[in-house]
């Protein structure tokens, strides 16, 4: 599947991949960039073989570099034409965060402003030792949307979430592992690998019971009064009603394993 130019979408085996492909601007966000990636999302929602989403930049410098700032003078040049402009960002980023399927962001170099946004709304983070984090919007003069803030904020703390956005220095791979930005950090040529291992574990689980646990985490970090906990516990029932159910008592049984088929 290939969504446009710079967005590029393929499936192998159970790994659905988005790509941000724009290596020659270090794979900055541009609006139209943007706009691609909720239909990427959807696709991969919608297929059944599809059981894991990795999220990566094209080339060996970055991750994503944030906004392509120098298109902001065209897509940022009044309250209205911002306030699409922010719409559509929030909404690409909500689309990754929304996937009900797991999303790891397998990071290699520059991971900023906005591509923190993408990585922070990926359920796993795997990087390299040779990545860089930060969101230097303070240093741009930019306003920066709070729902980043948010999710940035769940994962490393307010703490440390104020020092990078008040300062706008970067963090090693090092301090980002400290920090609990990422899961892991890994050797520049061994990335792949590990993230393409680290998937098919994920892949090899009854696709059902992981649906409803990524169902559960998404509520759970809504405010108590917005949470549909009903939905969460129709997954979870689902899941006893399975086909899956009764390969994973029986594969425990017979000391084999299991080979579940979302059913």
């Known amino acids: 599947m290939t969504t446009s130019q710079h967005i590029l979408s393929h499936k192998t085996g159970a790994i659905g991949w988005l790509v941000f492909n724009h ?7 541009s609006l139209e960039m943007s706009a691609a990636v909720p239909p990427v999302i959807a696709a991969f929602d919608a297929d059944p073989e599809i059981r894991v989403v990795i999220v990566k930049g094209a080339g060996d410098r970055s ?3 944030g906004s392509n700032i120098s298109n902001f003078d065209a897509v940022r040049a009044n309250p209205e034409a911002n306030r699409k402009y922010q719409e ?3 909404g690409s980023y909500d689309a990754v965060y929304n996937c009900t399927k797991p999303t790891i962001a397998m990071i290699k170099g520059y991971c900023m402003g906005g591509g923190m946004d993408y990585a922070a709304s990926c359920d796993i983070r795997i990087c390299s030792a040779d990545s860089v984090f930060a969101i230097p919007a303070a240093r741009l003069g930019l306003g920066y949307g709070y729902q980043g803030q948010v999710r ?3 994962l490393i703390g307010a703490s ?3 020092d990078l956005y008040f300062t706008g220095r970067r963090y090693d791979a090092a301090e980002a592992l400290a920090a609990g930005l990422v899961h892991e950090v890994v050797e520049p040529d061994g990335l792949e690998a590990r993230v393409r291992a680290y998937a098919d574990a994920i892949a090899e689980n009854a696709p059902l019971t992981i649906r409803a646990l990524k169902r559960v985490f998404l509520e759970l970090e809504k405010a108590p009064g917005e949470r549909d906990m009903d939905a969460a516990h129709a ?6 009603d399975s086909e899956d159910y009764r390969e994973g008592k029986a594969a425990f049984a017979e000391k084999r394993k299991p080979r579940f088929g979302g059913r």
């Open 23 to 29: 290596p020659e601007k270090h794979n900055a966000v």
């Open 63 to 65: 991750f994503i570099a």
């Open 88 to 90: 559509i960002s929030q």
């Open 152 to 154: 940035l904020n769940r």
């Open 160 to 162: 440390r979430a104020r």
């Open 235 to 240: 997954l979870i029932g689902a899941c006893y």
